[in-house]
């Protein structure tokens, strides 16, 4: 299990304040045939991600169904421009079994909720900061709302904070605002993190 960096801390402490972050609360799942959730594979998370959801569904009285597409990566890798396992098309695969589970033949499920985490392994791996995972995250959205723009797509970024000074382990599932990532983008971002995601940012 990793460690979150300094970096990947700060700017989740940033997106907090700015309210990009926001607590999880029942109304926002709004998921009366279940959730289809594309989550990374981590067995560390997992548990901890799942009864979040199962949480927020029973406070809702929502059923608690979740139908489970897991991948090292989670939902980023539906993100066209994505680095993990290009080679093998996972984007395409995630998003033919998204249209599956949507579709009244198998399930019949109007609710996908994408999850990315920090820190990630697999994101790790392909030298990615958590600002890179969140912008993915916002395209993945993007892509799975166009499968069908009557769906319900909610997005979510768990953080495991690790062990605190009082030997407790602090996690957290955010739910992510694309309108206030937008915003904040457009007013502070840009010129705090824009490199990262290869934009031109102002001169000091």
Same mark, same amino acid.
């Given at each position: 299990m990793g460690r979150l960096s300094t970096f990947d801390r700060e700017v989740i402490g940033i997106l $907090?304040?700015?309210n990009v972050l926001q607590d999880g609360e029942a109304h926002l799942l709004e998921s009366p045939t279940g959730v289809i959730v594309v989550a990374c594979s981590d067995g560390d998370q997992m548990p901890d991600i799942f009864d979040h959801y199962r949480d927020l569904a $029973?406070?809702?009285e929502w059923p608690v169904r979740p139908h489970m597409l897991c991948l090292h990566g989670g939902a980023m890798l539906i993100a066209p421009?994505?680095?993990l396992y290009r080679a093998f098309h996972v984007d395409e695969l995630l998003l033919q079994h998204i249209r599956e589970a949507e579709g009244l033949d198998l399930k019949g499920i109007g609710t996908v909720v994408l999850y990315v985490h920090a820190p990630c392994g697999a994101a790790g791996l392909?030298?990615?900061t958590v600002v890179n995972q969140l912008d %993915?995250? %916002?395209r993945a959205k993007a892509r799975v709302?166009?499968?069908d723009m009557t769906n319900r797509v909610i997005c979510f970024v768990h953080v495991d904070y690790g062990n605190e000074g009082n030997g407790s382990h602090r996690r957290r599932t955010y739910f992510m605002s694309a309108a206030g990532?937008?915003?904040f983008w457009n007013r502070q971002g840009h010129e705090l993190w824009g490199r990262l995601l290869g934009f031109p940012v102002s001169a000091s």
């Open positions: $907090r304040e700015e $029973r406070a809702g421009d994505c680095p392909a030298n990615l %993915m995250l %916002m709302k166009a499968i990532w937008a915003e």
